[in-house]
């Protein structure tokens, strides 16, 4: 593909209209998003109804997502972060600076790599067991976890530099990176699980085979002639000022992503201590089904902030109101919808899990509770992605940090004692609403200043 052509797509950002802008660019990354999903899903679905064990299985690795969470967090800082960056700095002119941002992202994700690998196989038992672990399901969560952590470096490349295909406005090539490891996973799954007897075993080898595929993909085409911004050894040498950069604006969807597996710690330690395991594989089923409804919001949310960061880098100010209207109001509309058919139907969706009576009883109850305040929660959703989009990393992050650490963390340390297990339960939609409240007033009284030639001008 000539440079002239691959000009051409990017500049249409600037141009076409946004219905068709938001078809090319969300539609490919909405389907990557929930492809991408079906990798733990799947996982937990066919371990969940593994004979005579399904549910201690599904608790055991359901205990593991603090860690496996914790490790993606990193590729945040990337794909939310680096990313957006790179648009701006392409909406601006400056290719060759885009592509620095991208070489100091791949060297950053290796540097974690190493880094998180050493850590977690150093500790993982004490940390499982800290975690909501118990010597019934220890053995399950550490037969999973031992066998993902050698795929670290695949998650972390694929989760993180894919987000450099979409804002080049080839969001169709990003969505075969994780279309091709999640159809792999998808096969793989029951024949490791079953087909070799390998348990839960069979379903961590199934994802790391399956992210190594996707990750391959994605850096064989970052390397290819097909891409404007090409990892270039050159440019992979870190540099402290586009390091601040990246990191100012990928701390908040860091944040955002780490602090869910500590939410996840606090949360299965408190079930596991006022209710026991049933309560444990209960916040794994409804975890699951919130990351299922989150899936195609998040694939919105991709496709439309390189839009957006693009026109603002170019000053188009206009068209960046109507792209984050769009943006906000859908993301309103899609969560209410999605989180009313679960306080409905929550049965229903435990069913998916586990054929354990008193689990889906359990879920069926408590998943109400547990969901109420997403009704509102898609507010914050639009409006997070927006300020990212805008290069507003200071409120992003304190929008993060309010829900996640001042509310949600210690109202689940707190609720116990005066509710006994609900609190556990009811830590999350009270923190959801004040959070998602917090994001719309914040939104209504910083957006006007921050779509202004002078701010755009302030972003380095």
Same mark, same amino acid.
């Given at each position: 593909m000539s440079e002239t052509k691959t000009m051409t797509?990017?500049?249409?950002?600037?141009?076409?209209?946004?219905?068709?802008?938001?078809?090319?660019m969300t539609l490919p990354a909405i389907l990557a998003q929930i492809i991408n999903i079906l990798y733990s899903i799947i996982d937990r679905i066919y371990i969940g109804h593994m004979e005579g064990v399904g549910a201690n299985a599904l608790t055991g690795v359901g205990v593991t997502f603090c860690i496996t969470m914790f490790v993606s967090a990193f590729s945040a800082f990337i794909s939310n972060g680096a990313a957006p960056l790179a648009a701006i700095w392409l909406g601006k002119g400056d290719r060759d600076h885009a592509e620095?941002?991208?070489?100091?992202?791949?060297?950053?994700?290796?540097?974690?790599?190493?880094?998180?690998?050493a850590f977690f196989y150093a500790f993982q038992e004490p940390l499982l067991y800290m975690f909501g672990a118990s010597d019934v399901t220890i053995g399950y969560a550490m037969d999973y976890l031992s066998i993902y952590l050698a795929g670290t470096l695949f998650v972390e490349l694929a989760l993180g530099l894919n987000a450099f295909i979409i804002c080049q406005s080839q969001a169709g090539t990003a969505m075969l990176? #994780?279309?091709?490891?999640?159809?792999?996973? @998808?096969? +793989?799954?029951?024949? /490791?699980? %079953?087909?070799?007897? $390998?348990?839960?075993?069979?379903?961590?080898?199934?994802?790391?085979?399956?992210?190594?595929l996707s990750s391959a993909w994605v850096v064989s085409f970052l390397l290819g002639k097909k891409t404007s911004l090409r990892i270039r050894g050159s440019c992979m040498r870190l540099e402290r000022g586009i390091l601040v950069s990246v990191f100012s604006l990928g701390i908040s969807p860091f944040i955002m992503n780490a602090t869910e597996s500590f939410?996840?710690?606090?949360?299965?330690h408190g079930l596991q201590v006022y209710g026991g395991d049933m309560h444990v594989g209960s916040l794994t089923i409804m975890q699951s089904v919130m990351q299922l409804f989150s899936a195609p919001m998040n694939g919105f949310t991709q496709g439309m902030v390189p839009i957006i960061s693009y026109n603002y880098g170019a000053k188009n100010?206009?068209? #960046?109101?109507?792209?984050?209207?769009?943006? @906000?109001? +859908?993301?309103?509309? /899609?969560? %209410?919808?999605?989180? $009313?058919?679960?306080?409905?139907?929550?049965?229903?969706?435990?069913g998916f899990f586990t054929n354990e009576a008193e689990l889906i009883a359990l879920t069926g109850e408590m998943m109400p509770v547990f969901m109420a305040g997403m009704l509102i929660f898609g507010l914050q959703n639009g409006?997070?992605?927006?300020?990212?989009?805008?290069?507003?990393a200071r409120i992003s992050l304190f929008i993060a940090v309010l829900r996640k650490i001042?509310?949600?963390?210690?109202?689940?340390?707190?609720l116990p004692h005066f509710f006994g297990v609900m609190g556990v339960y009811y830590a999350e939609p009270v923190s959801d609403v004040i959070s998602a409240v917090t994001a719309t007033v914040l939104f209504l009284a910083n957006i006007k200043k921050i779509l202004s030639v002078e701010a755009v001008d302030k972003i380095r």
């Open positions: 797509r990017e500049e249409r950002m600037a141009a076409d209209s946004i219905g068709r802008l938001m078809v090319s620095k941002i991208l070489g100091n992202s791949v060297s950053f994700l290796v540097i974690c790599t190493v880094l998180l690998m990176s #994780v279309l091709i490891g999640a159809v792999a996973n @998808i096969v +793989l799954d029951p024949i /490791f699980i %079953f087909g070799f007897h $390998m348990g839960v075993k069979g379903a961590a080898t199934a994802t790391v085979i399956s992210q190594a939410i996840s710690i606090v949360l299965n100010f206009s068209r #960046v109101k109507q792209l984050y209207g769009w943006l @906000i109001g +859908l993301c309103f509309g /899609f969560r %209410f919808l999605t989180t $009313m058919t679960a306080m409905v139907f929550p049965r229903f969706y435990a409006i997070q992605p927006t300020f990212l989009a805008l290069g507003q001042i509310l949600l963390i210690p109202l689940a340390v707190i």
